[in-house]
């Protein structure tokens, strides 16, 4: 199916594990990038990607390891997890601008908890 | 740095009012915004968006207003319908080549019947 996904939808974690949130999108997009959704904070940027190969921090890097060996695929990774983490993680992607248009499309958000 | 922001968390109308979302933000160098709504349980989806050299835009039952003088965002919803209810972000992005968006806090509609 065309689109972007996200997975695991929910995934509940211990304090201290190192956990993989996954994102892939089917349109070939260059644009890749990782939200957090936390109440009060809004969506707060964690890591970007203009490529493969190419990736940048975001507002709030810290704890959180990307890759981007394939265009389609956007790992992001909690090396050691903790509660300050737990969080709805948002996956989006966009292609380059053609007629100047910057917006986004995102996945349906990865709810984790860690505990 | 930059920050885009919302004047109220919560806004609440009738089913048929017109309702206004406000949002400001603080970077005058801002090119482009955007208006996303995000239902519950879901990510955030595009409603419409504005270049800086704009003053208004309009889509079908929406309508966005830009001042740059003050620095001020406007969604207006027409004929705000209960499917309309959901949160609403405003996310602005400087002018530079692939910067990525800033988003405001949100405001959540809640239109009642």
């Known amino acids: 199916d065309a689109g972007i996904t996200q997975s695991p939808r929910y995934k509940i974690t211990e304090t201290g594990r190192q956990v993989t949130l996954m994102c892939h999108q089917t349109?070939?997009?260059?644009?890749m990038f990782w939200y957090r959704q936390d109440l009060g904070h809004g969506l707060r940027l964690i890591y970007y990607?203009?490529?493969?190969?190419?990736?940048d921090k975001g507002e709030v890097p810290d704890g959180y390891v990307v890759s981007r060996s394939k265009t389609e695929n956007f790992p992001l990774t909690l090396e050691s997890a903790t509660r300050s983490q737990t969080s709805v993680y948002f996956c989006?992607?966009?292609?380059?601008?053609?007629?100047?248009?910057?917006?986004?499309?995102f996945g349906s958000g990865t709810r984790l908890t860690v505990v | 740095g930059e920050s885009v922001g919302l004047h109220l968390p919560t806004l609440s109308v009738q089913e048929g009012d017109n309702s206004i979302i406000n949002c400001a933000y603080s970077?005058?160098?801002?090119?482009?915004f955007i208006w996303y709504k995000q239902e519950s349980g879901k990510g955030p989806q595009f409603i419409i968006d504005?270049?800086?050299?704009?003053d208004k835009r309009q889509g079908q039952r929406v309508t966005v207003l830009l001042n740059k003088t003050v620095k001020h965002l406007s969604l207006q919803i027409a004929a705000t319908q209960p499917g309309d209810s959901a949160v609403y972000f405003c996310?602005?992005?400087?002018?530079?080549?692939?910067?990525?968006?800033?988003f405001g806090k949100g405001t959540t509609l809640s239109v009642s019947s």
């Open positions: 989006a992607s966009r292609d380059v601008p053609g007629q100047g248009n910057y917006g986004y499309t």
């Open positions: 349109w070939s997009h260059s644009y």
């Open positions: 990607s203009a490529a493969a190969d190419i990736t």
């Open positions: 970077n005058s160098a801002s090119d482009y």
């Open positions: 504005i270049r800086s050299n704009m």
């Open positions: 996310a602005e992005k400087a002018n530079q080549a692939g910067t990525a968006l800033i």
